[in-house]
T-cell receptor, first 117, second 113 residues
């Protein structure tokens, strides 16, 4: 089955601790994204990567870091610098097509719910 | 700041009726638009995307786009209890922001039997 997997499903973090959220896709998609969702709010972009070994900051990158060493993997680290990390984290991917009809539909993984203790 | 606005709801719809959801966006140059459905506690799933002015139909769903007025809407015909969810509107950026989606906060739909 092709798809996007995220692990763990639930994660608990202590104050001052760094944690890493996993995102893997076997869809052969070029681009991958990390979003954060808080209750009653839309999705906010943390980081995105359109090609291996390259990534860009989104709207709320402070306190987060990423890497893109392989096409299928885009892990997100929530550092101790992120003061309010409790949220639902969603990873997405898309097939970046060249040309006029590249609509870049994004498909989401199941999410990781992070709670700070 | 590029914005995508949706009514938060809840939008209460009798079973079998039509649910009408609206979304406005601020970036006039946006080219492609997406509707996602999100059940409580789950991740968003893509319902439809649209890029040309007019209507696009897929089963019980119809997306409507009016670029001049900068709004996109979603109609759900013959609403079912399983349609109860939050519907997110997303707009693709352009130029340097291509691939960066801006999401609205979502409209909660409740279909009542």
């Amino acid at each position: 089955d092709g798809g996007i997997t995220q692990s763990p499903k639930y994660l608990f973090r202590k104050e001052g601790q760094n944690v890493t959220l996993s995102c893997e896709q076997n869809l052969n998609h070029d681009a991958m994204y990390w979003y954060r969702q808080d209750p009653g709010q839309g999705l906010r972009l943390i980081y995105y990567s359109q090609i291996v070994n390259d990534f860009q900051k989104g709207d709320i990158a402070e306190g987060y870091s990423v890497s893109r060493e392989k096409k299928e993997s885009f892990p997100l680290t929530v550092t101790s610098a992120q003061k309010n990390p409790t949220a639902f984290y969603l990873c997405a991917s898309s097939l970046r097509l060249a040309g006029e009809y590249s609509y870049n539909e994004q498909f989401f993984g199941p999410g990781t719910r992070l709670t700070v203790l | 700041q590029k914005e995508v606005e949706q009514n938060s709801g809840p939008l209460s719809v009798p079973e079998g009726a039509i649910a009408s959801l609206n979304c406005t966006y601020s970036d006039r140059g946006s080219q492609s638009f997406f509707w996602y459905r999100q059940y409580s506690g789950k991740s968003p799933e893509l319902i439809m995307f649209i890029y040309s002015n007019g209507d696009k139909e897929d089963g019980r769903f119809t997306a409507q786009l009016n670029k001049a007025s900068q709004y996109v809407s979603l109609l759900i015909r013959d609403s079912q209890p399983s349609d109860s969810a939050t519907y997110l509107c997303a707009v693709n950026g352009q130029d340097d922001s291509w691939g960066k989606f801006q999401f609205g906060a979502g409209t909660q739909v409740v279909v009542t039997p």
